[in-house]
């Protein structure tokens, strides 16, 4: 008798001792205009689950700040306003706005948020893209130098009417570090959030790295490298995601601002470093910039490692990520 209430008690008691069910959690959605997946360990599915909600809470903030295609958002309020004079704005966008001016000085103008004055000519959906003379017109109010920050007032203006700014290139990087450093205040150890082609990995995989794979431009079942990572960020920008084909000529979302197109010279760049704002910042950059150019960049920057695709399919590699 006694043994017998033993045999049910002992597992019983053993499982209480026990975390509760210590496990990776998986959640995907779509926020952004884009794929989100976040995935963590953690001991307690009820923790889990609400660390998961609140990264996801954050990207629907983030989006309701920083999307050009939501006209109540703040920054379509910029778009419409700050030709006028200075439109008060939250800190945190002021200081993103501001931090993607720090990127046009280090790229040399190749990153630049004013590329959406003709940018917004374009619709990949709708395959259109402007003529000759609309580019043209257009380019007189492309440069970082027309968009004032006061990070004081919290305040952007723009110097000339025609200006418009889009934070495509750098908000869901943010966005994805915002999202590593809740799960990290919450106590989260291990972890990996994805926004597109912007992922920040938090921790290993108990005493192994995460791998991320690298998409083939042409076929996303197939992978051109797998990158071991812990503690870092990587973004993939790449001439496949938004884009149409006509004449035989690829138009796609990545805009060189010098001249108001697409740009040439790779189909992919993927950027692995520190944080996510500065990877998805520079693998645009980088992208436009070119093969060249690009890994020339990439050379001057300890903290940063870079996979490329030209276009005639070679992959390159900088030198951190070349075996000796
Ligand atoms: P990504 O996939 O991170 O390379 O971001 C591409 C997005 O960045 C585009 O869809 C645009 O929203 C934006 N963008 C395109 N060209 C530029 C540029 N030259 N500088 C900054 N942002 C850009
Ligand atoms: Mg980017």
Do not use: C
Request: no cysteine; charged share 25%; aromatic share 6%.
């Amino acid at each position: 008798m006694k043994s017998e209430v033993l045999s049910i008690a002992l597992p019983l008691l053993l499982l209480a001792s026990m975390p509760a069910a210590a496990e990776w959690h998986h959640r995907e959605a779509a926020i952004m205009g884009t794929r989100i997946a976040v995935e963590l360990w953690h001991d307690d599915p009820g923790e889990a689950a609400a660390a998961t909600e609140a990264v996801l809470e954050e990207m629907h903030r983030v989006d309701g700040l920083m999307s050009h295609y939501r006209p109540e958002s703040q920054l379509s309020r910029i778009n419409a306003h700050a030709a006028e004079g200075p439109v008060a704005v939250d800190p945190e966008l002021a200081g993103l706005i501001d931090e993607a001016a720090g990127f046009s000085e280090r790229t040399g103008g190749a990153f630049d948020i004013t590329y959406a004055s003709v940018g917004y000519l374009y619709d990949f959906r709708e395959r259109r893209h402007p003529t000759d003379a609309q580019i043209e017109a257009g380019l007189a109010a492309v440069d970082w130098r027309h968009v004032i920050v006061d990070l004081g007032a919290s305040t952007v203006r723009f110097t000339q009417p025609g200006v418009r700014i889009d934070l495509g290139g750098i908000a869901k990087g943010y966005a994805v570090d915002r999202a590593v450093a809740l799960l990290a205040a919450r106590g989260v150890r291990h972890a990996s959030v994805t926004a597109g082609g912007d992922s920040r990995i938090l921790g290993d995989r108990f005493g192994r790295p995460w791998v991320v794979a690298i998409r083939h431009p042409d076929d996303p079942q197939r992978f051109i490298a797998r990158i071991p990572l812990e503690d870092a960020a990587i973004s993939t920008s790449g001439d496949y995601e938004r884009y149409f084909d006509e004449d035989g000529e690829r138009y796609h979302h990545i805009i060189n601002p010098s001249t108001g197109r697409s740009a040439g010279g790779l189909r992919s760049v993927t950027i692995i470093g520190p944080n996510a704002t500065e990877t998805d910042a520079i693998s645009t950059s980088v992208f436009v910039l070119g093969p060249e150019r690009g890994l020339a960049l990439i050379e001057e920057l300890p903290d940063l490692d870079a996979v490329l695709v030209r276009s005639d399919g070679k992959v390159l590699y900088s030198s951190g990520l070349t075996p000796p």
